[in-house]
């Protein structure tokens, strides 16, 4: 191979190159790496949270202003997301790809007969409303444009049960629904709509289910080590840059024909069973 050959190879392409981008929930985990990994491909960006610290030090570690920026903005509010959405128009002059990642997982809630109906209500709220939220107003502004890129996060919770409270499994079924009906309505325009469903990957949401004396390195590594031992693919870890890798094909041209589908960032893990020990 010619030096040249080897450079090319070695010198990612990249596949975003003046794309406008909102990131919801891009302070923290998946979405801080999705915000990370768009921006090394060239996108501008607009991460939207309620972590303002976090979002601001995201937005200062790239220290590239006129490319990333920060708004506070709760995707419970219509409003927040409808002016987050304004916001990324007046600053980067269109809105190409809209990532609704903002999700929380809700608290442990393993008898139905105690169910506390405000926690199901925050957890759809959050999850399903503030992801329609993201699509009707990311809409908006590419129903017009003819063409964009709405990618949703959902998780393997979308297709199987017995995953995470009742809530959770719930509003991930939500987001996979609306994911397909909103590229049904959509696709007339343009305009592609898909989720990604991820494995568990070791952040703040997946870990809000230890108490927190026991969020230390070790309840890290043990969490690790059972996702692990849990999943499909041996031997190798699930982490945020592989979700925001899926996130980056759905959300770029290379998935131009691709609508309506949740891609399974999973390594197997809801496409096998192995209760049976066939193979195990
Ligand atoms: N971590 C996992 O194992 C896993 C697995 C499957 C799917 N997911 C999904 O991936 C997405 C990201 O999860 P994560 O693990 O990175 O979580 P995280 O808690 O690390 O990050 C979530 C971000 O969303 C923000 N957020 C929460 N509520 C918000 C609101 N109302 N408005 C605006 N921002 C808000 C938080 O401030 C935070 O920055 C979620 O939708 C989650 O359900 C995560």
């Known amino acids: ?67 990333v920026v920060y708004f506070h903005g709760d995707v419970t509010v219509e409003e927040d997301v409808s002016h987050a959405v304004d916001f ?27 169910a506390d109906l405000s926690e199901f209500d925050k957890v759809f709220s959050v999850n399903v409303k503030g992801v329609f939220h993201g699509m009707k107003h990311a809409a908006r502004i590419m129903i017009p444009n003819k063409k964009g890129s709405i990618v949703s996060l959902a998780s393997v919770a979308s297709v199987i049960g017995g ?56 309840a890290l590594a043990g969490f690790r080590d059972f996702t692990g031992r849990m999943g499909n693919l041996q031997g190798v870890e699930l982490t945020t840059n592989d979700v925001a890798n899926a996130v980056l094909f759905l959300a770029s041209d290379d998935a131009r024909y691709i609508s309506g589908d949740n891609l399974m960032v999973d390594g197997g893990f809801t496409s096998v069973n192995h209760t049976l020990k066939v193979f195990r």
């Open 1 to 67: 191979m010619s030096t040249t050959g080897v450079l090319l190879a070695s010198t990612p392409t990249p596949r975003l190159s003046g794309k406008v981008a909102l990131v919801t929930g891009g302070a923290d985990g998946i979405g801080e790496s999705i915000v990370r990994l768009f921006h090394s491909h060239g996108a501008k960006i607009c991460i939207v949270d309620v972590q303002d610290n976090l979002g601001k030090q995201v937005c200062e570690s790239l220290n590239d202003e006129a490319n």
């Open 163 to 218: 995953l995470g409270p009742h809530a959770y499994t719930g509003s991930k079924h939500a987001v996979l629904g609306l994911t397909k009906n909103v590229a049904a309505e959509l696709g007339k325009h343009g305009i592609r709509v898909n989720c990604v469903s991820p494995y568990g990957v070791a952040t703040a949401l997946s870990m809000a289910h230890l108490a927190e004396e026991e969020r230390t390195e070790d």
């Open 88 to 114: 990324t128009v007046d600053r980067f002059g269109t809105l190409d790809i809209i990532v609704n990642n903002a999700g929380i997982s809700g608290s442990p809630s393993p008898d139905i007969r105690e």
